[in-house]
């Protein structure tokens, strides 16, 4: 078993910066896969970065693409979602995922332990 924490949502004006955290524990993360998804009111659950916690590699949603940058800390089993110049649209519940296996996965089936989420307000 995994257990997720995340931390760090808010409200932030447009243009403004958050950073998220994700804590892991119940086993080591170093050779796994962690991933950032969001999902608004009425909206579908949608991938937005994802890291490799062995080499660090990351891959992102297009629209989040230098905006957002996803960084680990594996001594700490820890994931971090830093967004700057956040818009209305990023404004959603933030989730962190956590997969057993490597690979560069998109799809929230592909993921197999999950955070409760953080709320991102973002106000115009």
């Known amino acids: 078993q995994v257990q997720l924490v995340e931390s760090g949502g808010g409200l932030v004006q447009a243009g403004g910066s958050l950073k998220l955290s994700c804590a892991a524990s119940?086993?080591?993360?170093?050779?796994?896969?962690m991933a950032w998804f969001r999902q608004a009111p009425g909206k579908e659950r949608e991938f937005v970065g994802g890291?490799?916690?062995?080499?660090?590699?990351?891959w992102y949603k297009d629209s989040v693409k230098g905006r957002f940058t996803i960084s680990r800390d594996n001594g700490k089993n820890t994931v971090y979602l830093q967004m700057n110049n956040l818009k209305p649209e990023d404004a959603a519940t933030y989730l962190c995922?956590?997969?057993?296996?490597?690979?560069?996965?998109?799809?929230?089936?592909?993921?197999?332990?999950w955070g409760q989420g953080t709320h991102v307000t973002v106000s115009s």
């Open positions: 119940g086993r080591s993360v170093s050779a796994s896969v």
């Open positions: 995922a956590f997969r057993r296996y490597e690979g560069v996965p998109r799809d929230r089936g592909e993921y197999d332990y």
């Open positions: 890291i490799s916690m062995r080499t660090a590699y990351t």
